[in-house]
């Protein structure tokens, strides 16, 4: 059970946009639309900001949006803010392994 | 609202056991499946196990298979994780999530801190 592979940073001014991919393989991300992103800021609990793919919770900014192609999927957070920066997680159903995580990706907000 | 809060965390020897709870209230606890998920000191999230609504299906990540058992009690509204056997590397914080469907999570616990050392 592997997990998906992010990209450790990512970085972006305010009102820019910043995209971050997240790649699995044909038995996690490629197999199924149950991917979701999550953010955490230090010392909190992880927060749903998107799932199956591109789907946001109430709440959520329309500022985050997800997408995927083949095994990669991406988060893009157009017109970033200063609240923005935290870590980001992706997450898939994994078949048998059921659900995996990506590393994380640390966002900084310059 | 929607809460989940764990409980049970502790600092504990190698080889020994402990037993998490997690308390759910704002919703029907029945009706959903719920998840720990592990994160270990500065490091990344790990999916640890996940329970159907009714309990009638478990699935683990391999490192805990044969030493970690999730199970809940939905008269109590309690999820709960028995861990046998630990190891250093079972060292995090553990976080109880609610599942409302298929694979994701959306309410997460606060956690609670796990620290296996001798």
């Known amino acids: 059970q592997s997990a998906l592979a992010q990209p450790p940073s990512a970085s972006g001014s305010p009102g820019q946009s910043v995209t971050i991919s997240c790649t699995g393989t044909?038995?996690?991300?490629?197999?199924?639309?149950?991917v979701s992103w999550y953010q955490q800021r230090p010392g909190k609990a992880p927060q749903l900001m998107i799932y199956?793919?591109?789907k946001r919770p109430s709440g959520v900014p329309v500022r985050f949006s997800g997408s995927k192609s083949g095994n990669t999927a991406s988060l893009t957070v157009s017109g970033l803010q200063a609240e923005d920066e935290a870590d980001y997680y992706c997450g898939s159903h994994a078949g048998s392994n059921y659900l995996v995580f990506g590393g994380g990706t640390k966002l900084t907000v310059l | 609202q929607v809460q989940v809060v764990e409980s049970g965390g502790g600092v504990v020897q190698p080889g020994r056991s402990l037993r998490l709870s997690c308390a759910a209230s704002g919703f029907i606890f029945s009706n959903y499946g719920m998840h720990w998920v592990r994160q270990a000191p500065g490091k990344g999230l790990e999916w640890v196990a996940v329970?159907?609504?009714?309990?009638?299906?478990?699935y683990y990540v391999d490192s805990v298979k044969g030493r970690f058992t999730i199970s809940r009690d939905n008269s109590k509204n309690t999820l709960y994780l028995q861990m046998n056997s630990l190891r250093v590397e079972d060292t995090a914080v553990y976080y109880c999530a609610r599942d409302p469907g298929p694979y994701y999570v959306d309410y997460w616990g606060q956690g609670t801190l796990v620290t296996v050392s001798s």
């Open positions: 044909s038995s996690d991300v490629g197999a199924y639309t149950y």
């Open positions: 329970i159907w609504y009714d309990g009638s299906n478990k």
């Open positions: 199956e793919v591109s």
